[in-house]
């Protein structure tokens, strides 16, 4: 066992965990974190996606041991980012998603909507092809995507609607 | 749910310190860069090992250099880092495109150019779960000894199926590995070795540090194909790495075409300076000539039922990508893929 320091959502957490677990495990399985989906655990999928000092990555294939060091942030702490940062209710990725039926059994969203925050946090007005690109590692078996890329296409609109 | 096999985790802060524990560890040892091909692959108990080398920490591994001889990139570059690279899109484009290709956005933040000249090689029917071998019988390259590609096979014909191993070599790299005592510089042709169970001329205790591509001038032309399945994630069915160096006439006065995904090592198509060395690009000779490329290329690469996808649409793929490519490196373009 090791004795992990994670800075996870803003806190800093300390979690024992053996050196050959995830990141994924350590959130899921140690500290409850559940959003995170745990698909095809070898790097497919997408599902397990969680951003590392702001970029996505699959936690799956993080060592626990490796994410030391970095700002983590899973699904659970979006909402709570956005309010932090004087936003009110659920971040406008998850709105969006919520507003647009970007879903269906769900179990993709928490990557995708992740990976969609970071793509608008770097640019605040993609075109529809950087969106395919940016979200190309998160697969959905249920959608069909369409839905997926108007929420976040409508999110582009209303942030340029409020800049107005 | 796949677990991985418990291991120690060593967590070196020099590359000193890394080469003495693989130095201690060797066979038992492996390194972990990115993790996008290990993990998966110790998912999978492909590997007995007892240690994991972290080279994470280790600073000045993932730079991108401007030397007099060459662009120097560190083994733990991110993908999207070279992909992304002023510097390597202008001197090394074939490279830029194929680090662009490889899988998605993820693996490219998180996997390394070290890493991917180093992958394993891949096969379809050992790239599964144990339960899975298991039930179907063990292979040659784990725990078996028969081959399900080439019956009554006696090596492990797995294919290499890392996009910059063709870029690389069309560009004539050179690998720096480093150990306790030495450093050695090795073309990246003397690297492969046709064995899919270890495709590779390193051995355990040396690292790969950096990456070292000639510096080119102005009219050197590259590009990369790449069939897949999916325009994200897949590995390639077929890569295909373009060189064209061009005189002060637009005149080709060197070329190299290399191809990957067919066998345990990236497969150079040979003669094809004969077809295309002293032509213009832009003319009909050119034209002609890169049909003639594009018919070598068919007549001496044979994809095998070692990866996913048909292999005999996989070879009559091998022109139209050959062909492609080399039209995309004539006009500075590329890279070529189906999306
Ligand atoms: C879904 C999926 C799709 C993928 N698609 C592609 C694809 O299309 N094309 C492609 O090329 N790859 C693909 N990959 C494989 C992988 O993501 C990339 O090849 C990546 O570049 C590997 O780099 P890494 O840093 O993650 O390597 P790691 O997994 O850390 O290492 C890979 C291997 O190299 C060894 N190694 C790593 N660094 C060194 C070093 N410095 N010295 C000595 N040995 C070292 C490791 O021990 C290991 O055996 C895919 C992976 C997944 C999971
Ligand atoms: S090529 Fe043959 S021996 Fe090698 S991994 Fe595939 S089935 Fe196994
Ligand atoms: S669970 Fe990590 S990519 Fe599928
Ligand atoms: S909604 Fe089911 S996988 Fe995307």
Redesign the pocket.
């Known amino acids: 066992m090791h004795v992990l320091t994670l800075r996870i959502n803003g806190d800093c957490l300390k979690v024992a965990a053996p050196a050959h677990w995830t990141l994924l495990e350590v959130l899921r399985y140690e500290l409850g974190l559940t959003g995170s989906k745990q698909g095809c655990d070898?790097?497919?999928c997408g599902a397990c996606t969680v951003l590392v000092d702001g970029k996505p990555r699959?936690s799956c294939?993080v060592l626990g041991s490796l994410a030391e060091g970095y700002e983590i942030t899973t699904i659970e702490g979006l909402m709570p980012a956005h309010l932090c940062a004087g936003g009110e209710g659920a971040d406008p990725v998850q709105d969006a998603f919520d507003r647009c039926g970007a879903l269906q059994c769900g179990f993709c969203q928490p990557g995708m909507m992740l990976s969609a925050r970071a793509l608008l946090n770097e640019n605040p007005s993609p075109t529809r092809s950087e969106i395919n690109q940016a979200l190309s590692g998160n697969l959905c078996r249920c959608t069909g995507y369409t839905q997926i890329l108007q929420a976040v296409e409508s999110c582009v609109a209303d942030a340029v609607g409020e800049d107005r | 749910m796949l677990r991985l096999p418990a291991f120690e985790l060593a967590q070196p802060e020099t590359i000193e310190a890394a080469c003495a524990l693989f130095a201690e560890h060797g066979e038992r040892a492996?390194?972990?860069?990115?993790?996008?091909?290990?993990?998966?692959?110790l998912k999978h108990e492909l590997?007995d090992i007892d240690v994991v080398i972290a080279?994470a920490g280790i600073p000045a591994?993932d730079d991108i250099e401007m030397q007099g001889h060459g662009l120097s990139i560190g083994?733990?570059t991110?993908?999207a880092r070279v992909a992304a690279s002023p510097d390597v899109r202008s001197h090394a484009p074939a490279l830029a495109q194929?680090a662009s290709?490889?899988?998605?956005p993820q693996?490219?933040t998180?996997?390394?150019?070290?890493?991917?000249?180093?992958?394993?090689t891949r096969c379809q029917w050992i790239n599964q779960s144990h339960f899975w071998r298991q039930a179907l019988g063990y292979c040659l390259k784990k725990d078996g000894s028969v081959c399900h590609v080439v019956e009554g096979g006696k090596k492990c014909v797995a294919a290499a199926?890392?996009?910059?191993?063709p870029a690389l070599m069309s560009l004539g790299a050179k690998l720096v590995?480093t150990t306790t005592d030495a450093e050695r510089s090795l073309p990246i042709e003397d690297l492969w070795v046709s064995d899919g169970i270890y495709n590779k001329s390193?051995k355990p205790g040396?690292?790969?540090?950096r990456i070292v591509v000639p510096l080119s001038d102005s009219r050197h032309r590259g590009a990369y194909g790449?069939l897949?399945d999916r325009g994200s994630?897949?590995?390639?069915l077929l890569?295909c790495a373009v060189r064209l160096d061009l005189d002060d006439e637009g005149i080709i006065s060197d070329c190299d075409l290399v191809m990957v995904a067919l066998q345990a090592r990236p497969t150079r198509v040979k003669k094809i300076a004969e077809s295309l060395n002293g032509v213009r690009i832009g003319t009909p000779e050119f034209e002609a000539a890169v049909e003639e490329v594009a018919r070598r290329a068919h007549k001496q690469c044979k994809p095998l039922d070692n990866i996913p996808g048909d292999m005999d649409y996989r070879r009559r793929m091998i022109p139209v990508y050959v062909r492609r490519t080399l039209l995309a490196a004539a006009e500075g373009g590329g890279p070529v893929h189906h999306i």
């Open positions: 070898k790097g497919d699959l294939l | 492996m390194i972990v860069a990115g993790g996008t091909d290990l993990l998966p692959n590997y080279l591994l083994a733990m991110p993908l194929a290709l490889v899988a998605g693996h490219r998180m996997g390394t150019l070290g890493g991917n000249v180093m992958l394993d199926s890392n996009d910059s191993a590995f390193s040396e690292i790969l540090t790449k897949r994630i897949d590995f390639p890569g």
